[in-house]
């Protein structure tokens, strides 16, 4: 079991494992999806600020913001849930700094659920 | 309506996001029992739609483009909740987008981050509703059949014809025959309504 502070503040592990209860060797397979989508996540987003498209910020911030919410990643979806408040908002100022911040979030939390993956048969 | 008898259901997931479909996939694949349909925004859902026989919809209801509660506004205009049952997906905190969409014919909602158990129950319980709401509507036209086939037609034949009969007749025996013809016309009522009732 990880119990560094990292997974900690990155995500909630018994949240997660609490909403996989029973299927819990689930978790694995969903984290390898994400570890796929979000550079795709990621870009699409960086892409809507860099054109300074509020509409495309609020829906790729929207969606960054659902995938990451599935691992109980507060930090991660409250800094995406900002963007996409500001998308919504016509708000653009702030917008990249905001995602520089996340970027260094999604970041710490790939790695911590790169480690809850390759702890595998190990899940309680 | 939209009546299909494969057992295996065919669910159409429509998200822009390659993820979120993936795990949507993920819970029911493991259920099992369910072909699964993709489509990748409202437009794609639409010309799926067209082509393919589908017995229940799991829409984001944020999308780019169309957004999820347009595309079930406007499959609302050709299937009703029965015929093509939807569930929408949102984040918890989307409260009004979810009222919105129940307002406009969403069946259910499940929300972010998905719990596999939730999605696969939500699913489950619209797919029986549509099945016994089919069941229904076959009980009632057994019904319908039934009560025709007890009332007595030459009853009916001369009730009918005494009243015509009846109408033919001069001003004066008109007038004499008025309760007659009153009463013939209720038990005509009578009988339609029980028909009605049960159609």
Do not use: W
């Not at chain 1, 592990?13 to 996540?41: Q, S, T, V």
């Amino acid at each position: 079991m990880t119990d560094n502070n990292a997974t900690k503040q990155t995500f909630d592990r018994n949240l997660l494992f609490a909403n996989f209860h029973g299927i819990e060797d689930m978790i694995p397979e969903i984290i390898e999806c994400f570890l796929l989508a979000i550079p795709k996540l990621t870009f699409a987003l960086e892409a809507a600020i860099k054109a300074k498209d509020c509409e495309a910020i609020a829906i790729s911030a929207h969606t960054m913001k659902g995938a990451v919410s599935n691992f109980y990643a507060e930090p991660s979806k409250n800094l995406a849930l900002q963007l996409e408040k500001m998308g919504h908002d016509k708000v653009h100022a702030g917008t990249e700094e905001l995602f520089r911040l996340l970027c260094i979030e999604l970041l710490e939390l790939t790695k911590a659920l790169q480690d809850l993956a390759h702890e595998g048969a190990h899940y309680e | 309506m939209r009546v299909h008898t494969m057992n295996k259901k065919t669910i159409l997931i429509v998200d822009d996001s390659e993820f979120d479909r993936n795990l949507v996939k993920l819970a029911l694949t493991r259920n099992g029992g369910f072909n699964i349909l993709e489509a990748t925004s409202g437009e794609h859902c639409l010309e799926m739609l067209v082509s393919n026989p589908i017995d229940l919809i799991l829409m984001d209801i944020m999308m780019p483009g169309i957004l999820g509660s347009q595309v079930l506004a406007h499959i609302r205009q050709i299937y009703s909740p029965i015929e093509l049952p939807i569930i929408m997906i949102s984040s918890v905190s989307d409260v009004s987008d979810i009222v919105n969409a129940l307002k406009i014919g969403a069946n259910d909602y499940i929300t972010k981050p998905l719990n596999f158990d939730v999605t696969i129950s939500r699913i489950l319980t619209q797919l029986k509703l549509v099945e016994l709401s089919l069941e229904m509507s076959k009980l009632k036209q057994v019904a319908a059949m039934d009560l025709l086939s007890n009332v007595p037609k030459d009853d009916i034949f001369s009730i009918i014809d005494d009243s015509i009969r009846l109408l033919g007749k001069s001003d004066s025996e008109l007038l004499q025959n008025k309760e007659k013809i009153k009463n013939n016309l209720m038990n005509i009522k009578l009988i339609a309504k029980s028909i009605k009732s049960t159609s």
